[in-house]
């Protein structure tokens, strides 16, 4: 399928679709500084919100004393929990299902948990004034580690909910546990490895922040807030705060980056909202850096067991799972209602096997909650991590080449759509000749070559792959919703009279380039240029519902509407071409942006004309309107399945243990390319995440629940000194059911990366007997691997 569809829509690598590798259209604004993000909102009257945070990781609320805050210049309100839950609003829900406090009332359940707030007139009379407050904290036992969390002394963090004794969260299964054990049984070859996805936070940029206005007169609430999903806040909004639906308008303006950090609603945008409406004034609350990476949606937090059965001569038979997954204090994982471990259950990975299971535990920690998706589609990262590194360890234990060994299982072309032993339905694929070109592109077996000589010399070199497929896109809604909000996306075109046009989507941009790639997805059905094609998003009053962007879903779902919502129009425009040509609709030929007569290319009419004739005037075809504009609601019926092939380089320093990522190929299959250079761009910047998480980053606590990645200065994110140049490379296996056939990619490289990384740290330092490390391989990790110590996580 490859070759054919490239040369479907590919003149070359530089067109993929009609207008291929164009400069972004939104850059303009953001290299001139001239984006609008919240913080750059202004108000007449706008007052300040500062958060109090608790110091503490767990503690009761014995008593706050707010008089000394009150008394503080320029200071108009301080609110606590308890005046909070006099008007039913300390308690909020979460997208998990579970509840989060607004303010705490009861008691503190993770250091930086929200107390108390202050409104004053600027942002240093609110953060002043939140150091006169007095709160005495009876302080209680922490739990930090999930593994303690399940032990029957272990002191009780959700006492708010009702009868609730203990630190239980969730079970959850998946795939055939008996099936699985019997496969196991009769396996040649039986390997194990314990694992530990570590706490990450996906640190955008720009940190969360919320301009919220309330017009006491007529009701109505204005929330410029950074959030990926404005329409499914306005809706949440609507049913905690009991403000009617279409008195809300939400507005996501310029975000400065997003990772999944921007799904959940955080207490301090209704914080906002609640300041507005006590003070009558437009209020802003804008978090700085310590506050958004010690209390917003974190990632991972998965302790996990991999075992993988095989035959001796290396064909995988089963793989099954064991994870104990910390949620921190308050269910706040933003996923589908009925996937509470996200998508977790593609942990088969590319491979065609004969059975699998997967059983989860989820707990309550005293840690900040989240699990959010960061740059991955709910938990795939999780999953990939998983069966790349125990598909790495199998490959040590059968002496095979990791490469031949995923060669050898691969899922192959014939089989897709192929239905995987936990029930997803992957939709297409052809993973051969991705892998092969990666190793093509890498020089593996010269790689292998110098890897060779370079360990007779004692030096460290390591050779690592992984191999991933995604599933991104989410619906279908039939079977995903988050809290009862299905999982579908609208899009509006209008045409304007002389041709130019409006996209309205239901998706938000964080800087994935959606101004550009929608209005090319659009110029490539309806021929109108992009540059002609303005699209508007992030704005609940002027752009249809739908449920946001997150796990790569704005190509495959909204991606899909503008495509879909561009055909729509054409059909109009068709019959009106036909009234102006004097022909049947059926006489009629598309050719890029215009109808002509079959056999008469001399007679034809340009979409302009068209628009022109449907909005002017003179009559239009019996029974059409004028006009020329459509909606549609796009409900997609699978999710995509991207894949891609990475291999990383590594040499690590024997003498200091510091790795360096010397070279980092990575083939990417996303389907149908809409524009190539944004493509790079994004996986340029997952393969960066990567090599933080692999590498550099993790949210850490000490025994008292201290979080010692409060700021950049310990929560180390990569930059362009420690990333190689990377080396891309792609397939095109379309997706046979999205219009255009595109995949989604945004976060591939932020999937992939991490175990290629990993298990080419750990190929470096196989003469030392290593068979496993932890993430992140900080230099001392690594030290203590190379003396046969494991640290714990
Ligand atoms: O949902 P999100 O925008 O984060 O992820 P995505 O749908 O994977 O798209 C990320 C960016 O890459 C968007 O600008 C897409 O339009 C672009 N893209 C592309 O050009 N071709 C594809 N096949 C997939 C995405």
């Known amino acids: 399928t490859v070759h054919e569809r490239v040369d479907t829509f590919h003149d070359n690598d530089q067109k993929p679709i009609g207008y291929g590798r164009m400069l972004r259209k939104e850059d303009p604004r953001f290299v001139r500084g001239r984006g609008r993000f919240v913080d750059d909102i202004q108000l007449p009257g706008m007052l300040h919100l500062a958060i109090l945070r608790s ?7 014995v008593a706050i004393d707010t008089s000394a805050a009150e008394a503080s210049p320029g200071v108009k309100a301080v609110v606590t929990g308890a005046m909070l839950a006099q008007q039913g609003l300390a308690w909020m829900p979460t997208l998990s299902n579970d509840v989060q406090a607004v303010l705490a009332t009861d008691k503190v359940r993770f250091q930086g948990q929200e107390v108390a707030f202050v409104v004053a007139e600027d942002r240093y009379a609110a953060r ?24 029957p002394d272990a002191p009780v963090i959700r006492d708010d909910l009702e009868g609730k004794a203990n630190n239980h969260c969730f079970d959850w299964e998946t795939g055939d546990e008996a099936a699985t054990a019997a496969v196991f049984a009769r396996a040649d070859v039986v390997v194990s490895q314990d694992l530990v996805y570590p706490r990450v936070h996906p640190a955008p940029m720009e940190t969360c922040g919320a301009v919220a206005d309330f017009d006491a007169v007529d009701g109505r609430l204005r929330l410029w807030s950074t959030t990926q999903a404005p329409h499914a806040h306005r809706t949440l909004y609507a049913l ?60 991972r937090d998965y302790i996990m067991r991999g075992e993988i059965a095989a035959t001796r001569d290396g064909r995988i038979l089963a793989i099954r799972t064991n994870v104990l997954a910390d949620h921190g204090a308050f269910n706040g994982t933003a996923a589908p209602v009925k996937y509470p471990a996200g998508f977790f259950g593609v942990f088969t990975g590319s491979y065609d096997i004969e059975a699998a299971y997967c059983k989860m535990t989820a707990v309550y920690t005293n840690k900040a909650p989240g699990g959010v998706a960061y740059a991955c589609s709910f938990r795939i990262t999780e999953a990939v991590y998983l069966v790349e590194r125990i598909v790495d360890c199998l490959a040590d234990e059968l002496g095979m080449d990791p490469a031949e060994l995923r060669l050898k299982n691969f899922i192959r072309p014939e089989q897709f759509p192929y239905k995987t032993k936990t029930g997803w339905v992957y939709d297409s694929g052809n993973y051969e000749p991705t892998m092969r070109l990666a190793m093509d592109m890498a020089g593996y077996a010269e790689l292998r070559r110098e890897q060779e000589e370079k360990r007779a010399r004692g ?14 896109g989410a619906g279908p809604r039939k079977n995903m919703d988050i809290l009862g909000l299905g999982m579908a996306d609208g899009c509006e075109l209008r045409v304007h009279p002389t041709g130019k046009a409006v996209v309205r ?37 002027n752009t249809p519902f739908g449920l946001g962007t997150y796990g790569s879903r704005s190509t495959p779902v909204s991606g899909a509407a503008a495509a879909l919502v561009a055909r729509k129009v054409r059909d109009k425009a068709r019959i009106i071409a036909s009234g102006m040509l004097e022909v049947s609709v ?61 291999i990383c380089v590594v040499d690590v320093d024997p003498g200091t243990a510091q790795v360096k990522v010397r070279r980092f190929i990575a083939v990417d299959d996303c389907g149908t390319r809409i524009n190539p250079m944004i493509i790079e761009g994004q996986v340029h910047g997952g393969l960066t995440d990567g090599v933080g998480m692999a590498l550099m980053e993790m949210i850490a606590f000490d025994e008292d629940g201290n979080c010692l990645g409060a700021s950049l200065m310990d929560y180390l994110i990569p930059t362009a000194l420690e990333v190689p140049d990377w080396e891309t490379g792609f397939t095109v296996t379309p997706s046979p059911h999205h219009p255009i056939g595109a995949k989604g990619v945004g976060e591939s490289a932020t999937v992939g990366s991490p175990p290629a990384i990993v298990n080419a740290v750990v190929d470096a330092l196989k003469p030392f007997g290593v068979r496993h490390a932890d993430m992140p391989l900080t230099p001392s990790r690594v030290w203590d691997a190379m003396r046969g110590q494991a640290r714990p996580p």
């Open 55 to 61: 110091p503490v990781a767990h503690a009761r609320i």
């Open 128 to 151: 002043d004034a939140l150091e006169l407050i007095d709160v005495e904290y009876d302080v209680l036992d922490p739990v930090i580690d999930a593994r303690r969390a399940l032990e």
């Open 240 to 299: 905690v705060a009991g403000i009617p639906e279409h008195k809300i308008q939400v507005i996501s303006p310029d975000i400065g980056g997003g990772f999944g950090n921007k799904v959940p609603i955080y207490p301090g945008y209704v914080c906002a909202i609640v300041a507005s409406i006590v003070t009558g004034k437009p209020v802003k609350w804008m978090e700085d850096r310590s506050e958004n990476l010690i209390s917003t949606g974190f990632a």
């Open 459 to 472: 030096e460290l070199m390591g050779i690592g792959i992984s191999f991933f497929t995604e599933a991104v």
């Open 505 to 541: 989507l239901s998706v938000q941009s964080q800087g994935q380039g959606h101004e550009t790639t929608f209005a090319q997805i659009v110029a490539e059905e309806i021929g109108i240029p992009p540059a002609d094609i303005e699209v508007l998003h992030g704005d609940t009053d």
């Open 586 to 646: 059926a006489d009629l030929e598309w050719e890029k942006g215009a109808f002509h007569v079959k056999g008469d290319p001399g007679k034809s009419v340009t979409i302009q004309d068209i628009a022109m004739r449907a909005h002017g005037a003179g009559d239009l075809p019996e029974g059409v309107e004028g006009g020329l504009e459509a909606q549609i609601c796009y409900n997609p019926s699978n999710l995509t399945y991207p894949h891609g092939a990475y």
